[in-house]
């Protein structure tokens, strides 16, 4: 997974803060008036979001820079390793690698050793 930039104006924050709320606890560092008189920078949880807006009511004032940061993935439960073990079910174990690096983007080599991992299993 990867992070997620976006840019918030005022009016638009508080939608933005419920919305993103039900990711949980994905991490979310919010950029409020950046190189101005008033910058803050703070890192929180996406469940914690509308929560801060509310604590003060100039939080809703001003441009926003957010950077939604990556999924934390649970060890064994990567696309990557799902996407190499249905290609492995149907293919020979070369060529679900190669696909598998294809459609991923991962490096051939971690894919080829993932792939030996998932048929000993």
Same mark, same amino acid.
Do not use: C
């Given at each position: 997974?990867r992070?997620?930039? @976006?840019?918030?104006?005022?009016?638009?924050?508080? /939608?933005?803060?419920?919305? $993103? /709320?039900?990711?949980?606890? #994905? !991490?979310?560092?919010?950029? #409020?008036? +950046?190189?101005? !008189?008033?910058?803050?920078?703070?890192?929180l &949880? *996406?469940?914690?979001?509308? /929560?801060?807006?509310? !604590?003060?009511?100039?939080?809703?004032?001003?441009?926003?820079?957010?950077?939604?940061?990556?999924a934390?993935?649970? !060890?064994?439960?990567?696309?990557?390793? #799902?996407v190499?073990? +249905? $290609? +492995?079910?149907?293919?020979?174990?070369?060529t /679900?690698?190669?696909? *598998?690096?294809?459609i991923?983007?991962?490096?051939?080599?971690?894919l080829?050793? @993932?792939a $030996?991992?998932l048929? &000993?299993?």
């Open positions: 997974m992070a997620v930039v @976006l840019l918030e104006a005022p009016h638009r924050i508080e /939608a933005l803060a419920v919305a $993103l /709320a039900v990711l949980g606890e #994905r !991490q979310l560092t919010i950029g #409020r008036e +950046l190189t101005k !008189q008033f910058e803050e920078i703070v890192t &949880a *996406a469940s914690e979001f509308p /929560a801060w807006l509310a !604590q003060n009511a100039n939080r809703t004032r001003g441009e926003f820079a957010l950077v939604l940061h990556p934390v993935m649970v !060890q064994g439960t990567s696309p990557d390793a #799902r190499l073990k +249905l $290609l +492995l079910t149907e293919l020979p174990l070369k /679900a690698v190669k696909l *598998a690096a294809e991923t983007g991962d490096p051939r080599n971690a080829y050793e @993932l $030996l991992t048929k &000993a299993d």
